[in-house]
């Protein structure tokens, strides 16, 4: 039994380490410089649970404007993805120092700052990259 129950922790941890960016994460916590970080959609309750402030996370509702919310965040996290002049906004609009992001689903991303002068890449692996401001 306790074979199995060990061959089972190693598969969820295995399935963890390819879902989330946890060699990324062990990086940023060794460079912690207290940066406003933009993160990839999926990650962002993976940082909070390692106490790692997030741009945005799963809670939706929280960031979309609607009545009783003033919040653009979700709307302006979606619009950096596809336009060169959003990025921009939200890069100067919310001061962002750091980007995390998914080598997955977010190769524009990844290109526009790979063009961008005020970035540079400081961590790559399988799963993530980080741009850092200079």
Known sequence: VATSFN???RLKEQA????????????IKEHSENKRIFNNYNWGGFLLYHDIPAFIDGRTDIYMLTTYNRSTIFRDYLDAHSNLD???RVIDG????????????QGSMIGFLMQNSQFVK????????????K
């Not at 400081?122 to 980080?130: F, G, L, N």
Request: aromatic share 16%; hydrophobic share 45%.
């Open 16 to 27: 963890w380490n390819d879902k989330y960016p946890v060699q990324a994460l062990q990086w």
């Open 7 to 9: 061959g089972t922790l």
């Open 86 to 88: 959003a990025m921009n």
């Open 122 to 133: 400081t961590y790559e692996d399988q799963i993530a990259v980080i741009f850092d401001r």
């Open 94 to 105: 919310y001061r962002i120092d750091r980007f995390l992001l998914a080598k997955e689903n």
